[in-house]
C-alpha cells in the first residue's frame, strides 16, 4: 500500500501566512523540490528573470499535474457510512435511557456514562491515533476503525441479558475505541480528494455521515425497544436492536478492506500537489503540535469549538430525561425531537459547507452561526416546559441547523488558520477540546437538571455559549490555504502568459529547457 505523504507534507511556520511560508527558509528548506527554477512559458518561449517578483514565486511553485477522480464520491460514502455507524451507537442506550435503566437496573449517571465513554476514551487515544495517521496513512486508520467498531458491535449482542451491564458497558468501549480513528477524518478526507472549490461542502458531507448516525440513533432505538415490562421479551428487542448493529458494522469493515483507497495517484489541488513534494523524513509530529498550540487564533477556535460542541454533547445525552422531565411515557417522541434536532443540523452543515465554498468567509459565517446557536439555545430553553411537544420540534430543530451546522465549520475554518500543518492534527485537537467540554457539561447539566430542573441546566449550557459567542469574535482571520492556493494559481498564470504582475520583470527570449534545482 503507498505511504501517505500528504499530511505529512503540510508542515511549516504557522507564524507565517500560507503565502509568507511558502518564500520563507523554512518552507525551502522543507521543499527542496520547489527550489528556485527557471521556467519556460511554454508556447511563448519566455523565461522570467530573476528580477521580477511574480517570477521568483513562479519559480518557487510549478504547476503540477492535478486531476479529480469519480471514486472520490465513493471513498467520501464508504468513510460516512462508517461515520455514522459509529455514531447511531453512541446515542443508542441514552435515548431510551428509562428502558435501559430498568433492564439493567442501573441509575441514570450510568447510562450517562455509556454515552461519555466515547467522550473519555478519545482523550488518551488522540495521539497515537495521529501518529498511525502521519505514519501509516488514513487507509490505515479507517481499517482500524471500522475492526473496532465492528468487534464492539458484536460484544454487544451478548449482553443482552440484565445481569451483564458490564459486558454493554465493556461493548460500548470498544465502540468507542473506533470513534477516535473516525471523528477527525472529514477535514483530511476532503483535502486529499477534493477540488478547491468543493473542501468544505466534502468536509461538511463527511461530518454528516456522523450527525446521520447520531439522527438514526435518535429515531430506531424507541421504535425497536418498546418500553415493556417483560424482561424476555425487552431482552428479545434489545438483542435485535444489537444484531442489526451488528451486521451493518460488519459489512462496513468489509467494505473498507476490499474498496478503501489511501488517495489518488494524483492530486486535486496545486496545494496539494506541493505538500505531496515534501519529503517525509523533514517531518517532526512532536514540532507540528508544538506549533498549533503556539498559533494563537487556532487556540481561541479550539476553545471555542470545544464549548459549542460540548454543549451539543450534552443535549444529545441529557435529551431523553429532559423530554420525559416534562412529557411522560414520551419516549418515541424524544427520539423524533432528536432526530428532528439532528436533520436540521445535517441541512445547516450541508448549506454552511456550500456557502464557503462560494464565499469563503471563514470568520463571518463561523461567528453569525456561532451567535445564532447561542439564540437557539435560549428560546429551546424557554420554550422546553410549556407544555406542548409541537414547539419542542420547532425550537429543538432551530438548536440543531446552528449548532450541528458548526462542527464542518470549525473544522475547515481550523485548516485554514494552520495551513501547512496536517488537517487529521488540527481537527484532531478540536475534537479533543470538544470531548473534555462535553464530559464536564453533561456531568454538570446532568447534577444541575436533578437538583434545579432543566430550565436552569439549559441556561448554565446558555452561559458558555455565550463566551463562546465572543471568543470568536477575536479570532483573527489567517486564511492561509486560501492564500497558498490563490499563489500557486497566480505564479502558474504569470508563467503561462509570460506577464510580470510586479512590474519590474525582465523578459528574456530563450529557447533552452527549465533548469534542474
Given at each position: 500500500?503507498p ?59 510549478p ?24 455514531g ?76 451483564l ?10 465502540t ?37 448516525g ?12 418498546p ?43 496545486q ?40 454543549c ?17 411515557g ?60 409541537w ?40 475534537n ?65 502568459s ?18 534542474q534545482?
Open positions: 500500500m505511504q501517505n505523504n500528504t499530511l505529512k507534507g503540510h508542515r511549516a511556520n504557522p507564524e507565517l501566512g500560507g503565502e509568507g511560508w511558502m518564500w520563507s527558509k523554512a518552507g525551502m528548506d522543507l521543499a527542496p523540490s520547489l527550489a528556485p527554477q527557471r521556467w519556460s512559458p511554454g508556447p511563448l518561449d519566455r523565461a522570467f528573470s530573476a528580477g521580477s517578483r511574480w517570477g521568483d514565486r513562479a519559480k518557487l511553485i504547476k503540477a499535474d492535478v486531476r479529480l477522480y469519480h471514486r472520490r464520491w465513493l471513498m467520501l460514502f464508504i468513510f460516512g457510512a462508517l461515520s455514522a455507524s459509529n447511531f451507537a453512541w446515542l443508542q442506550y441514552s435515548i431510551i435511557s428509562n428502558i435501559f435503566m430498568k433492564f439493567y437496573n442501573i441509575d441514570a449517571l450510568a447510562i450517562d456514562w455509556l454515552s461519555m465513554i466515547y467522550l473519555v476514551t478519545y482523550l488518551p487515544l488522540i495521539l497515537p491515533v495521529l501518529w498511525l495517521l502521519h505514519s501509516k496513512g488514513v487507509r490505515d486508520v479507517i481499517l482500524v476503525g471500522s475492526a473496532f467498531n465492528c468487534i464492539g458491535a458484536w460484544i454487544k449482542v451478548g449482553s443482552a441479558s440484565p445481569s451491564f458490564p459486558l454493554t458497558f465493556f461493548g460500548q468501549f470498544v468507542a475505541v473506533a470513534s477516535a480513528y473516525v471523528l477527525g477524518i472529514p477535514s483530511y478526507l476532503a483535502s486529499v480528494w477534493f477540488s478547491e472549490e468543493e473542501l468544505s461542502t466534502a468536509c461538511s458531507i463527511g461530518v454528516l455521515g456522523y450527525q446521520l447520531i439522527a438514526i440513533g435518535f429515531l430506531v432505538p424507541p421504535v425497536l425497544v418500553n415493556v415490562d417483560d424482561m424476555d421479551e425487552l431482552a428479545h428487542h434489545i438483542r435485535i436492536m444489537f444484531y442489526i448493529t451488528a451486521g451493518v458494522a460488519t459489512f462496513l469493515f468489509v467494505l473498507v478492506v476490499f474498496v478503501f483507497q489511501e488517495r489518488p495517484k494524483l492530486p486535486p489541488t496545494s496539494q500537489a506541493a505538500a505531496r513534494s515534501i519529503p517525509p523524513e523533514h517531518y517532526s509530529y512532536t514540532a507540528s503540535i508544538r506549533r498549533l498550540l503556539r498559533n494563537k487564533p487556532f487556540i481561541l477556535l479550539i476553545v471555542t469549538y470545544g464549548l459549542n460542541v460540548g451539543f454533547y450534552a443535549v444529545g445525552t441529557l435529551l431523553n430525561r429532559m423530554i420525559i422531565f416534562h412529557y411522560p414520551e419516549e418515541v417522541n424524544a427520539g423524533r425531537i432528536g432526530l428532528t434536532l439532528v436533520i436540521a443540523g445535517m441541512v445547516g452543515s450541508l448549506i454552511c459547507g456550500i456557502w464557503l465554498d462560494r464565499t469563503k468567509t471563514y470568520k463571518q459565517t463561523t461567528l453569525a452561526v456561532y451567535l445564532m446557536s447561542l439564540v437557539g439555545m435560549i428560546v429551546y430553553a424557554a420554550t422546553l416546559s410549556l407544555g406542548h411537544l414547539v419542542v420540534f420547532i425550537t429543538g430543530g432551530a438548536l440543531g441547523f446552528f449548532m450541528t451546522g458548526y462542527l464542518p465549520l470549525g473544522f475547515e475554518y481550523a485548516v485554514e488558520l494552520t495551513y501547512p500543518e496536517s488537517e487529521g492534527t488540527s481537527s484532531g485537537l478540536l479533543c477540546s470538544a470531548q473534555v467540554f462535553g464530559i464536564i457539561f453533561t456531568i454538570a447539566q446532568g447534577k444541575i437538571i436533578d437538583q434545579f430542573g432543566t430550565l436552569e441546566g439549559n441556561i448554565f449550557l446558555c452561559v458558555f455559549l455565550l463566551i463562546g459567542t465572543i471568543l470568536t469574535g477575536l479570532i483573527k482571520s489567517d486564511l492561509r490555504r486560501q492564500n497558498a492556493n490563490q499563489q500557486a494559481k497566480a505564479a502558474a498564470e504569470a508563467q503561462m509570460g506577464q510580470d504582475y510586479g512590474a519590474t520583470a525582465l523578459i528574456s527570449q530563450q529557447q533552452t529547457p527549465p533548469s534545482a
